[in-house]
């Protein structure tokens, strides 16, 4: 049976849950409800195992705080021996539409501090990232405070289906792999 490892960045704390920089804890949470499993508190993450046909996903929601990130997925790269080609990230984008998808299997960190640890520690930047639109709309200087805000009513009415999508989404990167999920998700 084939081991993934899904990454699913955001902060830790009830000061941050809703926000739209914890979009990959959301991501996560929604992928495993209904299923009968739940995360418990583990080295640097909180983690899940969830089966998915005859692939095993192991889900991480790191509790090293996004600009730490780096550290929990590496352990459990090494702790689950997951080949890297098996590790999806799942994290907010500013640059993108909110609600709106796009698989990666490389790429620069594009200015995420969850990314740009990550790809410090394993010092390569050559793994697929899940990218969550979140927007822009924010005054110039402003940006810290949009990022850790929570969705405004009409932007939750957008992003609330799409977290389904991105949750599907992980489940073709694992089952059907890179090529055929960025053709049916990106976008």
Do not use: C
């Not at 705080?65 to 080949?83: C, D, F, H, R, T």
């Not at 698989?103 to 960190?109: E, M, P, R, V, Y």
């Not at 932007?155 to 890179?178: H, M, T």
Request: proline share 4%.
């Amino acid at each position: 049976m084939s081991t993934y490892l899904i990454a699913g960045l955001g902060n830790i704390g009830p000061e941050y849950e809703g926000t739209r920089h914890n979009i990959g804890f959301d991501v996560l949470d929604r992928l495993i409800a209904g299923s009968g499993t739940s995360f418990s508190t583990e080295r640097y993450a909180s983690r899940a195992e969830l089966k998915v046909k005859n692939k095993k996903l192991i889900l991480i929601k790191p509790t090293t705080y996004m600009n730490l990130s780096g550290k929990a997925v590496n352990y459990w790269l090494q702790q689950e021996k997951i080949p890297l080609h098996q590790l999806l990230v799942v994290v907010d984008d500013l640059a993108l539409d909110p609600g709106t998808l796009r698989l990666k299997l490389k790429g620069s960190d594009g200015g995420q501090n969850g990314l740009k640890n990550i790809n410090q520690v394993l010092g390569r930047q050559d793994y697929a990232r899940l990218r969550f639109g979140i927007g822009s709309d924010f005054p110039r200087g402003r940006q810290v405070d949009y990022v850790l805000g929570r969705w405004t009513p009409s932007q939750w009415d957008i992003v609330n289906p799409r977290i389904d999508k991105a949750a599907q989404a992980i489940e073709s990167f694992a089952l059907a792999g890179p090529q055929i999920t960025m053709n049916q998700f990106n976008g």
